[in-house]
């Protein structure tokens, strides 16, 4: 009996843990058994780690081998565990240097010809890997790039299985193979390059997207078609400031465990947009898929900006499914194989027209919508939904002769200015933005006078906010005495909020 032992890395969610592979050879009816709660993709590596093994022109043990990945209780999916089972399945069997393969990290797919293809996931994998004190990690050729920006990881780039098995002193041939290409079916989305002058007239939806962008709250558009609700949406992102170190590497992890991260270009610095059709499914959105789930566009949008444009046309499973990761910053998706948590502290921006046929402006004389379907259309935003957004605004038809306002250069100039007050204020707390901030720890800090928030009292008193909407609009009242440059914000900066809060109608 004979037992080879290497390392993989199991990723659920965005959570990577390391994993022992262990490969027990014993002299009996050949068979090949694979044990620890692997997946359907993960039970058919038997055949493709046999195929490989023997198309690289080594000897395929005919003994019975059973393969262990522990800890059991994990569950494990996909197909980046080939490389690890191959190796320590050569091992166990004498045919590379068991001591030198113990220890190290193996993560890739195998091809039946031998070669070595790209898997999602590489860059967190890798850097659980390093976090657990496992350094040398051996790839394919095609996640080199990726693998490498983990700092303190020593990578090892490999085309073949056959180049790996010589590495660790096997006597076979090394076939001279081209590498199989980088597994990216799609990019990162930034909208870096527009521009905010490119907006004509609207000045109060300019502010209200500075407010946004400076203080990072969500943000509710309402106006007829062609006002610049979706121009104004898609330049959010070029007013938020670079991610910082750690943000970079978060939001890269979720790209590349969606397949949507091009190692190229490093990690990713700007904040992400993502823009979902509104016939989108909730799968689609918040993520899904069968066995532990992938990314949707909520976490692609993390750190960054998720736009719904006409917001009401989408289902009201995708809607009320955002409610969790407005809240709390993560989504949790449970699946039969387990579950998954993806960080999703996005920058919400919806956008929707007055009422179906979009005319419904001023008295609505050219609308041909009936008043039970106005309701209706705009009732698919609900109450629970809508508390959680700190600015809606409405947008006026555009009129000819609109003048341009200040250039994203010059807002984002401004939002950073805003940014560094909060981030002095805030320092030693576990927040970044006011967005973040609890309404109590802000509330305590306006002082005694009671004039300040005379306002907020009057409309709770009403019931145009509730007690989260009070606390919502005390948020964008420091937000707006950041841009200012004020300490803290007065009883005008309350009432520009309450205004932002509820498009004009509740102050």
Request: proline share 7%; glycine share 10%.
């Amino acid at each position: 009996m004979t037992l080879g032992r290497t390392l993989a890395v199991a990723l659920v969610g965005l959570a990577a843990h390391v994993v022992d592979v262990e490969a027990h050879l014993a002299p009996s009816l050949p068979a090949f058994t694979l044990v620890g709660l692997p997946d359907a993709s993960l039970a058919e590596a038997r055949d493709r780690v046999r195929a490989a093994v023997t198309s690289s022109g080594l000897a395929w043990p005919n003994r019975r081998i059973t393969v262990n990945l522990s800890p059991a209780t994990l569950p494990k999916s996909g197909s980046a565990f080939d490389l690890a089972i191959a190796v320590a399945t050569l091992a166990g069997a004498g045919l590379v240097d068991a001591d030198r393969v113990h220890g190290l990290v193996h993560v890739g797919e195998l091809g039946l010809d031998g070669r070595l293809r790209p898997v999602r996931g590489v860059l967190p994998a890798v850097a659980a890997a390093v976090a657990a004190g496992h350094a040398r990690v051996v790839v394919p050729a095609g996640n080199v790039a990726e693998a490498r920006l983990v700092p303190g990881a020593r990578v090892v780039g490999a085309t073949t299985l056959a180049e790996v098995a010589a590495g660790y002193g096997a006597d076979v041939p090394v076939p001279d193979l081209p590498p199989v290409d980088g597994l990216v079916s799609g990019t990162a989305r930034t909208a870096r390059d527009l521009d905010l002058a490119d907006v004509l007239g609207q000045e109060d939806a300019r502010h209200a997207l500075e407010v946004a962008a400076a203080g990072g709250h969500h943000l509710l558009m309402v106006g007829p078609p062609g006002t610049g609700k979706t121009m104004l949406a898609s330049r959010l992102p070029g007013l938020l400031p670079d991610l910082d170190e750690r943000a970079a590497v978060e939001v890269t992890s979720v790209h590349s465990i969606a397949g949507t991260f091009d190692p190229g270009a490093g990690l990713l610095t700007r904040p992400p947009f993502e823009d979902p059709h509104h016939t989108a499914t909730p799968a689609s959105v918040v993520g899904g898929g069968s066995g532990v789930p992938r990314p949707g566009a909520a976490s692609r949008a993390h750190r960054g900006v998720l736009f719904l444009d006409e917001a009401p046309e989408f289902t009201t499973a995708v809607l009320q499914t955002l409610r969790q990761p407005l809240e709390h910053g993560e989504l949790v998706l449970h699946r039969a194989a387990g579950a998954a948590r993806y960080p999703a502290r996005f920058q919400l921006v919806l956008a929707a027209n007055p009422c179906p046929c979009g005319r419904a402006v001023g008295k609505g004389l050219d609308c041909t919508c009936r008043s039970e379907q106005r309701r209706r259309y705009f009732a698919r935003l609900s109450g629970p939904l809508l508390d959680r957004v700190d600015l809606q605004v409405e947008l006026p038809p555009t009129r000819p002769g609109g003048a341009a306002g200040d250039a994203t250069a010059v807002v984002a100039r401004r939002v950073t200015d805003a940014r560094a007050a909060q981030a002095e204020r805030l320092a030693g707390t576990p927040w970044r933005t006011n967005a973040d901030v609890p309404g109590s720890w802000l509330r305590e800090r306006l002082g005694s006078d009671r004039a300040v928030v005379s306002d907020l009292d009057r409309a709770l008193e009403r019931g145009t906010l509730s007690l989260r909407g009070v606390d919502r609009v005390v948020r964008v009242a420091w937000t707006l005495a950041d841009l200012d440059g004020r300490a803290s914000p007065s009883r005008a900066d309350v009432g520009r909020a309450l205004l932002l809060r509820t498009r004009g109608h509740g102050a």
